[in-house]
Nanobody, 125 residues
Framework: QVQVVESGGGSVQAGGSLRLSCVVSGYTGGSTGMAWFRQTAGKEREGVAG????????YYSDSVKGRFTISQDNAKNTVHLQMDSLKPEDTAMYYC??????????????????WGQGTQVTVSS
């Protein structure tokens, strides 16, 4: 059984930093495309950053480009999201996704097989 567990969320003031981590266990499919999504009440889940390190692909949404950094440790099936220069509009529940379906875009929420339960990030002004 595949488990996806996020950690590292919390509350921070605008301009601060947080580092999210996601560990995938029980997955036997080898290296997999992974991503971070976020969601606020009443809005669709949006892709924030995606990575598939085996082929050297990294993606960011325009809203976080230059402020967030995604990295992947294949040996540990772990992905991190370093979030710097945080803004109040970054406040959301952040979800880790793993097991991207072949040929699908990184930021489609229906393009992943496995999801974590989410970790809350709150940025105050």
């Amino acid at each position: 059984q595949v488990q996806v567990v996020e950690s590292g969320g919390g509350s921070v003031q605008a301009g601060g930093s947080l580092r999210l981590s996601c560990v995938v266990s029980g997955y036997t499919g080898g290296s997999t495309g992974m991503a971070w999504f976020r969601q606020t009440a009443g809005k669709e889940r949006e892709g924030v950053a995606g990575i598939y390190s085996r082929i050297g692909s990294i993606y960011y949404s325009d809203s976080v480009k230059g402020r967030f950094t995604i990295s992947q440790d294949n040996a540990k099936n772990t992905v991190h999201l370093q979030m710097d220069s945080l803004k109040p509009e970054d406040t959301a529940m952040y979800y880790c996704a793993a097991g991207r379906l072949a040929g699908r875009t990184w930021n489609g929420m229906h393009n992943y097989n496995f999801w974590g339960q989410g970790t809350q990030v709150t940025v105050s002004s």
